[in-house]
C-alpha cells in the first residue's frame, strides 16, 4: 500500500471513527476531530499533504456557509440584529486588533499586516459547536440565536479584513478610505447577490421534482453565489449565507417532502465530512508546519500560541461585559431594540466563542509565497497559532460550556418544548377543521374512513392539549402511548418481515429499501 492510499484509508477512518467515539462521550465531534487529526499527522509513514490554498476556500468554505444560512431562522436574527451586529462587527475587530497586537509585541519581527492576517483569522467563532450544546442543554432561543447569529455574520467581517491585510502584506497600498469602502460595498454586494441568486434558485426549484436534481441544486446555489460574489470583489461569505438564509426560508412553499428529507439528510452528511476532512487534513500538513517554526524554541512558540489564546478568549470576555453597558448609557432606548441578555446568558455567550472551520479553512487558504517569489513571511507560523487557537477554544469552552450551563441555571424551562406542542396543537385542529369541510363535498364520502381519521387526530389532539395544560386528562397520554406503542410494534413485524423476503431472494435491495423508507417514515410521525 503506497503513501496516498495508507493516507485516504487513514482519513477514512478517522472520519467515522471519531464522530461515533465523540457521540458515546457527548463532547462535540470537532474536539475530537482536532485532536485525533493531531495524532494522525505524526502516525509515522503518514505522509503529509498539500492542497493549493485557493481551492481549499472555494471547495469547503461555500457549502459550510450556505447550509448555516439554510438551517438559520432569519426572523431569530432579526430580532436579535443589534447584539449580534454589534458582536459581529465590533468584537471580531476588536479581537483582531488584540491579537494583532499581542503577536507584534511577542514577535518583533513579524509585520504589522502579517500581524493582522493572524488577528483575522482567529477572529471569527464557529457557531456549529457552541450552539450543538446549548440546544442539548435547552439554552434559551434568544442565547442560542445570538451565538448563531454572530458566528454567521462575523465571518464576512473577517474574512473582508483577512483579504485586506493580506493584501498589504503583498505588497498592496491601502488608504483608510479605501479600507471603509471595501467594508461597505463588501457587505452590501455579498447581501445583495445573496438574495438574487436565491431568489433565482427559488424559481428553477419550484419547476423542478425531483429530490436529487434539487439536491444537487441546492449544492450549486451555494458556488453560485459565493463565486460572483468573490469575481466582484464583495463578500462572498455573506453572499452564501444570505443565499441560505433565503432559500431556506421559502423551502417549507418550494420544496417537496421527500426532498426536504433528502436534503437535509445531505447537508447533515455533508457540513460533517467537511468539518471532518478540514481538521485531519491540517493535523496531516502539522508536520511539516512544526518543521518550519523549528527555529523558534519550543517553550517560546508554544508560549507564543497559548498566549494569543488567551487573549482571544479574555477580550471576548472583557467585550461581553462592557460595551452592552455602554451601549445601553449611550444609545437612546429607541434604537436599543428588545430587552439585553442578562448577566448569567451573557457569559454563557462569551463563553461560546469556540473557532473552527472558517479559522482552518483560511488559515490553510494563506498564500504560499509574495509576487516577488519569496516566501509569505511567518506563514508556517501563522498556521500553527492559528491551530492552537482552535484547539484551545474548542477544549476548554467545551468541556466547561456544560457546567456553565447548568449552574447558572440558563434554561428555557420548557419554553421550546411548549411551542413546538402548540404549533402541532395547531396543525392538528386545522386537520380536523379541514376533515369537516371535506366531508361535505362529493370527493369525501367514505364516512367510515373519515371517522377513523377523525378519532385519531381527536387522540392526538387530546395528549397535545394535556401537555401543555389546556384539557386535564391524565389517561389521555397512556392511550395515546399505548396507540404509539402497538403501531410501533407493527411496523418492526412489517420490517422485519421484507428483510427476510430480501434475504430469501424474493425481493431485491432497492425494493426492500423503498418500503423500508416509507415505514421509517411512518414510525417518525408517530412522535415516539
Known amino acids: 500500500m503506497g503513501n496516498a492510499d495508507l493516507a485516504l484509508l487513514a482519513l477514512m477512518v478517522a472520519v467515522a471513527g471519531l464522530g461515533v467515539l465523540a457521540r458515546r462521550i457527548g463532547l462535540p465531534y470537532s474536539i475530537l476531530l ?10 509515522p509513514g503518514m505522509p503529509p499533504v498539500q492542497m493549493p490554498p485557493d481551492l481549499v476556500l472555494l471547495l469547503f468554505l461555500p457549502p459550510l456557509l ?16 443589534i447584539p449580534i451586529t454589534r458582536l459581529a462587527v465590533g ?39 457552541a450552539t450543538a450544546i446549548a440546544r442539548r442543554l435547552g439554552a434559551p432561543r434568544r442565547v442560542v440565536t445570538v451565538i448563531e447569529g454572530e458566528g454567521l455574520a462575523n465571518d464576512a467581517t473577517a474574512l473582508v479584513a483577512y483579504r485586506i491585510a493580506v493584501g498589504v502584506a503583498l505588497g498592496a497600498t491601502v488608504t483608510a478610505w479605501q479600507v471603509v469602502t471595501e467594508f461597505v460595498l463588501g457587505f452590501a454586494g455579498g447581501v445583495v447577490i445573496g438574495l438574487v441568486v436565491g431568489w433565482l434558485a427559488k424559481q428553477v426549484r419550484r419547476r423542478v421534482d425531483d ?12 458556488y453560485a453565489a459565493y463565486l460572483p460574489a468573490q469575481w466582484l470583489g464583495v463578500s462572498g461569505v455573506l453572499a452564501a449565507v444570505t443565499a441560505g438564509l433565503y432559500v431556506g426560508w421559502h423551502a417549507p412553499t418550494v420544496m417537496s417532502p421527500s426532498t426536504r428529507l433528502i436534503g437535509m439528510a445531505f447537508w447533515e452528511v455533508l457540513d460533517y465530512l467537511l ?60 434604537l436599543r431594540g428588545g430587552p439585553g441578555l442578562d448577566a448569567r446568558q451573557r457569559l454563557v455567550v462569551a463563553w461560546s466563542g469556540m473557532r473552527g472551520a472558517v479559522s482552518l479553512t483560511v488559515a490553510l487558504a494563506l498564500p504560499t509565497g509574495t509576487e516577488t517569489g519569496r516566501p ?31 449552574r447558572l441555571g440558563v434554561r428555557d424551562e420548557g419554553a421550546a418544548a411548549r411551542e ?109
Open 34 to 43: 482536532v485532536l485525533g487529526g493531531l495524532m494522525l499527522g505524526f502516525v
Open 66 to 81: 450556505y447550509s448555516a444560512g439554510f438551517l438559520s431562522s432569519p426572523h431569530d436574527l432579526r430580532a436579535e440584529a
Open 91 to 129: 468584537l471580531t475587530l476588536a479581537t483582531m486588533g488584540a491579537v494583532a497586537v499581542t503577536a507584534h509585541a511577542l514577535v518583533p519581527d513579524m509585520p504589522w499586516p502579517v500581524a493582522l492576517t493572524l488577528g483575522a483569522i482567529v477572529s471569527p467563532t464557529d457557531p456549529l459547536a
Open 211 to 222: 429530490p436529487l436534481v434539487e439536491t444537487s441544486l441546492a449544492l450549486a446555489t451555494a
Open 275 to 334: 468539518n471532518a476532512v478540514l481538521f485531519i487534513l491540517v493535523g496531516l500538513q502539522l508536520h511539516p508546519i512544526l518543521t518550519g517554526v523549528a527555529r523558534r524554541p519550543a517553550t517560546k512558540l508554544l508560549g507564543l500560541a497559548l498566549l494569543v489564546s488567551a487573549v482571544v478568549i479574555a477580550v471576548r470576555v472583557a467585550w461581553h461585559f462592557t460595551v452592552p453597558y455602554l451601549s445601553s448609557a449611550l444609545v437612546p432606548r429607541r
Open 376 to 406: 509569505f513571511p511567518e506563514r508556517d507560523l501563522i498556521v500553527f497559532v492559528t491551530y492552537v487557537v482552535i484547539f484551545t477554544t474548542l477544549v476548554l469552552p467545551g468541556v466547561t460550556l456544560p457546567v456553565l450551563i447548568r
Open 420 to 528: 413546538e406542542t402548540l404549533a402541532r396543537l395547531a396543525a392538528t385542529d386545522a386537520a380536523l377543521t379541514r376533515l369537516d369541510e371535506l366531508l361535505t363535498e362529493a370527493r369525501s364520502r367514505d364516512e367510515g374512513t373519515a371517522q377513523r381519521l377523525r378519532r385519531l387526530l381527536q387522540l392526538r389532539r387530546g395528549r397535545l392539549a394535556a401537555q401543555v395544560g389546556m384539557i386535564n386528562d391524565t389517561d389521555v397520554e397512556c392511550r395515546s402511548l399505548a396507540y404509539r406503542q402497538l403501531v410501533g410494534e407493527l411496523i418492526e413485524a412489517q420490517r422485519r418481515t421484507i428483510v427476510d423476503l430480501r434475504d430469501r431472494g424474493q425481493i431485491s435491495t432497492d425494493v426492500l429499501n423503498r418500503v423500508q423508507r416509507d415505514l421509517d417514515l411512518e414510525e417518525s410521525r408517530l412522535e415516539i
